[in-house]
T-cell receptor, first 112, second 111 residues
Framework: SQTIHQWPATLVQPVGSPLSLECTVE??????LYWYRQAAGRGLQLLFY??????ISSEVPQNLSASRPQDRQFILSSKKLLLSDSGFYLC???????????FGQGTRLTVV | DAKTTQPNSMESNEEEPVHLPCNHS???????IHWYRQLPSQGPEYVIH???SNVNNRMASLAIAEDRKSSTLILHRATLRDAAVYYC????????????FGQGTRLTINP
């Protein structure tokens, strides 16, 4: 069966520090991969999505970047965190062409 | 992206049916209507989806208007565990693979 792993569950980082959040999917190949951010009390904002290795689409220009070095690995990064980067970050995957997307448990990032 | 409009919040009582509306007046012929829900401090989970016909599964029913400009998610007998934010989104079956969520409806269930 397919599973999605996202870590860490919580993270506290100082302003100006780098960030790397990793998401991996098991049990499938060539999935579509997504990164979302949810600010406190707000809806889900799509940050990046990828339909294949090295293919990244950015939805919102900001202080973040994404990479997909392997088929089932999706990484969200920042060189220098801002206070406004705080939020709940969610990784998701969807079989290409299928309807249902599956979400990870999320990383709650607090920038201090 | 075709946009959806949902009420910010709704309230219902336990063991009563709940009808969650969604307007999508700019829906295209190839857009599927999807519903997800997000429990507190968790990622969203898929609930149901449909194209033209009404759909039923173990979680809920989806009623789609004949002109497809609106839909309603129906929870037949709400429980306290159904308290969540419910998102109605449109996904183009052709081309674009991105999933764009709106603000959703925060459903509160009273015991």
């Amino acid at each position: 069966s397919q599973t999605i792993h996202q870590w860490p569950a919580t993270l506290v980082q100082p302003v100006g520090s780098p960030l790397s959040l990793e998401c991996t999917v098991e049990g499938t190949s060539n999935p579509n991969l997504y990164w979302y951010r949810q600010a406190a009390g707000r809806g889900l904002q799509l940050l990046f999505y990828s339909v294949g290795i090295g293919q990244i689409s950015s939805e919102v220009p900001q202080n973040l970047s994404a990479s997909r070095p392997q088929d089932r690995q999706f990484i969200l990064s920042s060189k220098k965190l801002l206070l406004s980067d705080s939020g709940f970050y969610l990784c998701a995957w969807k079989p290409s062409g299928a309807s249902e997307a599956f979400f990870g448990q999320g990383t709650r990032l607090t920038v201090v | 992206d075709a946009k959806t409009t949902q009420p910010n919040s709704m309230e219902s009582n336990e063991e009563e049916p709940v009808h969650l509306p969604c307007n999508h007046s700019t829906i295209s012929g190839t857009d599927y209507i999807h519903w997800y829900r997000q429990l507190p401090s968790q990622g969203p989970e898929y609930v149901i989806h449909g194209l033209t016909s009404n759909v039923n599964n173990r979680m809920a029913s989806l009623a789609i208007a004949e002109d497809r400009k609106s839909s309603t998610l129906i929870l037949h007998r709400a429980t306290l565990r159904d308290a969540a934010v419910y998102y109605c989104i449109l996904r183009d079956s052709q081309g674009a693979q991105k999933l764009v969520f709106g603000q959703g409806t925060r459903l509160t269930i009273n015991p």
